[in-house]
């Protein structure tokens, strides 16, 4: 089992910057690739990004491309994700997934383990 917490969202004007941290727990937590979705009011949960085990591979999606960066430092345990130049559209809650598998993966359903989630705002 593994336990995922994220924290660092809050209030930030558009063309801010945020980082989002994502502690997890657990002594199955090695070899799981991992990866950020978000949620906005009335809509599905989205791809972010995503990055591998050794974190050596990412992927993210589209709209965030140039702007976030997701990385993790295995010794502390912990997933980031920079993010610079926000939008009023990336306003959501940000949730932190890992599988149990080393490689990327995109889509919620491959990811068995989430965190609460924390919010991001977007606003002048």
């Known amino acids: 089992q593994v336990q995922l917490v994220e924290s660092g969202g809050g209030l930030v004007q558009p063309g801010g910057s945020l980082r989002l941290s994502c502690v997890a727990s657990?002594?199955?937590?090695?070899?799981?690739?991992m990866a950020w979705f978000r949620q906005a009011p009335g809509k599905e949960r989205e791809f972010v990004a995503t990055?591998?085990?050794?974190?050596?591979?990412?992927s993210y999606a589209d709209f965030v491309k140039a702007r976030f960066t997701i990385s993790r430092d295995n010794a502390k345990n912990t997933m980031y994700l920079q993010m610079n130049g926000l939008k009023f559209e990336d306003t959501a809650v940000y949730y932190c997934?890992?599988?149990?598998?080393?490689?990327?993966?995109?889509?919620?359903?491959?990811?068995?383990?989430w965190g609460q989630g924390t919010q991001v705002t977007v606003s002048s």
């Open positions: 997934a890992a599988r149990p598998v080393p490689d990327v993966g995109i889509a919620p359903m491959e990811y068995d383990y």
């Open positions: 657990g002594r199955t937590y090695n070899n799981h690739a």
């Open positions: 990055i591998s085990w050794s974190g050596l591979t990412t």
